[in-house]
């Protein structure tokens, strides 16, 4: 059957409204053509009405409203994350044990460089790199050196509280590798290699705002995060407190979640344009999060400019951390490391990172700070409160509004109402083009046998 035939054919028999008047033979050329650009017309509708369908729930399939029913939540309390950032009793007990007590003390400082690193390391190019080292220093493993002199979680956190109720404090504080070090977390997914014991953080009307109380024993900057989040080199200075000596700090917080519509977790990644903490494509850290994601930008663009990354870097072989060679690439590029910056920008150093927030990303404010010196015998080095100020009255709730069903039902209703065509309208061109010409051979064949034997 040629090629005309089957259109032919088509046209008179298709459900599509209007085909088959265009090859009408009673009909006029003009009636014809009416017909052929009231379908055209239609086609061409239907496709623009189509593309903003798909367009639409490609790019606004999203919206953002806020929730105010605050009476039946439960309120999980930030993840809590101490990271020690100074031990000059530990750097000379270290530097004593390495090198002995007539040590040169500028090694103190390379020692005390490596251990709290921050992404530059002046005292340890000038003193131990260059044509004329000093005596003693080290070139590599300087991961080993750290973990000498960080404190452990038992001589960091103690007497912890949770709601005035007293809890042992390393059984719920997990070990997390941090880009800043070893840190002891509480309530958070990125904490704990087996997942430990978690301890009952929420809130609700019940049990009122909670309040976590804790003596350190050490200097320390106290990070105040998601649950997903991570301590970074750039978190902003309102997510953390640095805990000096002899010390009470008391910081009250108000929290806002965010919650996720059932049906979220089917659309994409670009459409609701954030990612779940389990949908993780890093290395770094178990879990995604936008702080997460910048610890692994900062860590490839490390191995993109210096061939190695730091010797903190959270999951990093030996054999990919930086030795001397590499610490001086790193502190020569510092400015090109340190910062992130948005894409847009031009003329400045830094990081462009191409991260998404959290679908849980949670919204923390502090709405009062207070400190108060304490001097007493035997008292701890530092005291930190962190409390929820009250229960919060509002979160936000990210719904679909244009799920995979709402598609289906707008482009079928787009096709029904300008060209009435169905699913089987399109069956019916594939009918046309491959099975029809196949029956319409072989019943010619018969009818010829028919004749030949007739004959």
Not at 237 to 260: A, E
Not at 311 to 329: A, F, I, R, V, Y
């Amino acid at each position: 059957m040629r090629f005309r035939q089957l259109v032919e054919e088509y046209f008179k028999n298709s459900t599509l409204h209007g085909a088959k008047f265009i090859v009408d033979k009673d009909a006029s050329w003009i009636e014809r053509l009416f017909w052929a650009l009231c379908l055209v017309a239609s086609w061409m509708a239907s496709w623009q009405l189509i593309k903003a369908s798909l367009d639409a729930f490609e790019h606004n399939a999203i919206s953002f409203v806020v929730e105010s029913s605050y009476r039946d939540w439960d309120t999980n309390f930030p993840a809590i994350v101490v990271c020690e950032s100074k031990n000059m009793d530990r750097i000379q007990e270290v530097a004593e044990q390495l090198w002995g007590a007539d040590h040169d003390f500028t090694l103190e400082e390379v020692l005390s460089e490596i251990s709290f690193f921050r992404g530059e390391s002046y005292h340890t190019v000038h003193e131990c790199g260059g044509e004329e080292p000093a005596e003693n220093c080290f070139y590599s493993n300087f991961s080993y050196y750290a973990q000498l002199v960080r404190s452990s979680c038992q001589d960091s956190i103690q007497n912890c509280m949770w709601n005035d109720k007293a809890f042992e404090c390393c059984k719920y504080f997990h070990r997390m590798e941090t880009e800043l070090g070893i840190c002891y977390a509480i309530n958070s997914l990125q904490a704990g290699k087996n997942n430990g014991p978690k301890l009952n953080m929420y809130s609700n009307r019940y049990t009122g705002p909670g309040s976590l109380k804790m003596e350190l024993h050490t200097e320390a900057t106290v990070f105040i995060l998601g649950e997903e989040e991570v301590p970074t080199f750039v978190t902003p200075k309102t997510d953390y407190l640095l805990v000096g000596p002899y010390v009470s700090f008391v910081r009250h917080i108000s929290k806002r979640d965010i919650q996720n519509d059932d049906q979220i977790r089917e659309t994409s990644v670009a459409q609701r344009n954030c990612r779940f903490s389990d949908e993780n494509n890093l290395d770094v850290h178990r879990y995604y999060s936008y702080s997460a994601c910048t610890v692994q930008c900062r860590k490839d663009r490390q191995i993109e400019f210096c061939n190695c990354s730091s010797h903190l870097s959270p999951n990093t072989p030996d054999w990919q951390t930086c030795n001397m060679d590499g610490l001086e690439c790193l502190n020569r590029n510092y400015e090109d490391l340190s910062v992130i910056i948005a894409k847009w920008s031009r003329g400045r150093k830094g990081l462009v990172c191409d991260c998404l927030p959290s679908c849980t990303e949670v919204d923390i404010s502090t709405v009062h700070d207070s400190k108060e010196n304490i001097f007493e015998n035997q008292n701890p080095l530092a005291k930190v409160e962190i409390s929820l100020i009250e229960l919060p009255t509002e979160r936000y709730k990210r719904n679909v509004v244009r799920g995979k069903l709402d598609l289906v039902v707008s482009i079928g209703g787009t096709t029904g109402l300008f060209v009435g065509a169905s699913l089987l309208s399109f069956v019916e061109i594939i009918y046309y083009i491959t099975i029809r010409p196949y029956g319409t051979m072989l019943s010619e064949k018969r009818q010829l046998r028919q004749k030949m034997q007739i004959s």
